[in-house]
T-cell receptor, first 114, second 112 residues
Framework: NAGVTQTPKFQVLKTGQSMTLQCAQD?????MSWYRQDPGMGLRLIHY???????DQGEVPNGYNVSRSTTEDFPLRLLSAAPSQTSVYFC?????????????FGDGTRLSIL | SQQGEEDPQALSIQEGENATMNCSYK?????LQWYRQNSGRGLVHLIL?????REKHSGRLRVTLDTSKKSSSLLITASRAADTASYFC????????????FGTGTLLAVQP
């Protein structure tokens, strides 16, 4: 199994551009989530999903959209990129909805907004 | 913010020594988890301790949980250079069981 796969690994955008960060998992996990990691801030939850068709906001959702049309995929969309969104983005999944199981992380997407 | 806070922020030790990292959190939890992150990589789950547990072991790792003090500690015994990484605690809160909220992490450097 590949686990959690994120693409691309690196991306440079100009302010105002849009893009989609891809995340796919092959473990048939119900729960998927997106985090951003900034120096000194740890990981902050952006959005999460407890199953296909269900999404909800995390700690820092502004400027980001998500959808969950299938169990496997959970893309993160930046509609109009801003320099404050320069960060490392991690996607994670876990088997259960309620948080009693560990999360599996992808290797991240390093995003720079100029 | 509901996130936990790790202490110390950075720790440097010699190979063979023990490393202890602490985590404090603010509200009642369902469980607390520890993760490791090697430089440039994603996070890897180490251990999960539930709110009704006080201590858990996994290999060279020992985790304790004191819900009365809202704190946890991670002990790595007989450390190795390969243990060099950032370590994060994360909590699932009783009122929001879907969310796993992370602390800011401890950077551990093990000198050979």
């Amino acid at each position: 199994n590949a686990g959690v796969t994120q693409t691309p690994k690196f991306q440079v955008l100009k302010t105002g551009q849009s893009m989609t960060l891809q995340c796919a998992q092959d473990m048939n996990h119900e729960y998927m989530s997106w985090y951003r990691q900034d120096p000194g801030m740890g990981l902050r939850l952006i959005h999460y999903s407890v199953g296909a068709g269900i999404t909800d906001q995390g700690e820092v959702p502004n400027g980001y959209n998500v959808s969950r049309s299938t169990t496997e995929d959970f893309p993160l969309r930046l509609l109009s990129a801003a320099p404050s969104q320069t960060s490392v983005y991690f996607c994670a999944s876990r088997e259960d909805r309620v948080g009693g199981q560990p999360q599996h992380f992808g290797d991240g997407t390093r995003l720079s907004i100029l | 913010s509901q996130q936990g806070e790790e202490d110390p922020q950075a720790l440097s030790i010699q190979e063979g020594e023990n490393a202890t990292m602490n985590c404090s959190y603010k509200t009642s939890i369902n469980n607390l988890q520890w993760y490791r992150q090697n430089s440039g990589r994603g996070l890897v789950h180490l251990i999960l301790i539930r709110s009704n547990e006080r201590e858990k072991h996994s290999g060279r790792l020992r985790v304790t949980l004191d819900t009365s003090k809202k704190s946890s500690s991670l002990l790595i015994t007989a450390s190795r250079a390969a243990d060099t990484a950032s370590y994060f605690c994360a909590t699932v809160f009783g009122g929001a069981t879907n969310k796993l909220i992370f602390g800011t992490g401890t950077l551990l450097a093990v000198q050979p």
